[in-house]
């Protein structure tokens, strides 16, 4: 059985940075925080200036262990309750749903949401319908 531990303060100061990362992309450079826009803007940079912010956001996005290690003393426990190719094929089908849903959870959900995108507000209810139904798939109708 997966068990969820409960992290209010830990979650909310996580909302709280990414919100205000977001909130400052849009201030400083007029654009929106989406990851997968991001990653694709580095992978497929159309400018200099642009591989470089892009670059720049996405090496803060995934230094944050090394910071934890800093502060910490120690890295954070990662568990990842699933095989290789679960992990394999949950990454394909979230690429497609990005690709299909113009957008990630990131852009839509935090970004979208926040200017009251019509587009963005149904992108979000449907990905966490489908996040919701497949939880509980998981964990009472399968028994992850």
């Known amino acids: 059985m997966i068990e969820t531990v409960f992290t ?5 100061a996580g909302g709280v940075l990414i919100g ?8 400083t450079l007029g654009r929106v925080m989406g990851a997968t826009g991001v990653l694709s803007g580095v992978i497929f940079p159309a400018s200099g200036a642009e591989f470089a912010w892009r670059a720049a956001l996405l090496a803060g996005m995934v230094s944050g262990p090394a910071a934890i290690w800093l ?10 309750p699933v095989s290789t190719g679960a992990l394999v094929i949950g990454g394909i089908i979230v690429g497609m749903g990005v690709t299909w ?7 839509h959900g935090v970004c ?3 200017r009251l995108s019509p587009r963005s507000i149904v992108a979000t209810v449907t990905f966490m319908a489908f996040t919701f139904a497949t939880v509980f798939v998981l964990r009472h109708v399968i028994g992850g």
Not at 8 to 12: I, M
Not at 20 to 27: F, H, K, N, S, W
Not at 101 to 107: A, E, L, R, V
Request: aromatic share 4%; charged share 5%.
């Open 101 to 107: 849903g113009s957008g990630c959870t990131s852009g």
């Open 20 to 27: 205000l990362a977001a909130t400052l992309l849009m201030l």
């Open 71 to 80: 502060v910490m003393g120690e890295m954070p426990a990662v568990e990842v």
């Open 112 to 114: 979208g949401m926040a």
């Open 8 to 12: 209010p303060w830990a979650s909310l």
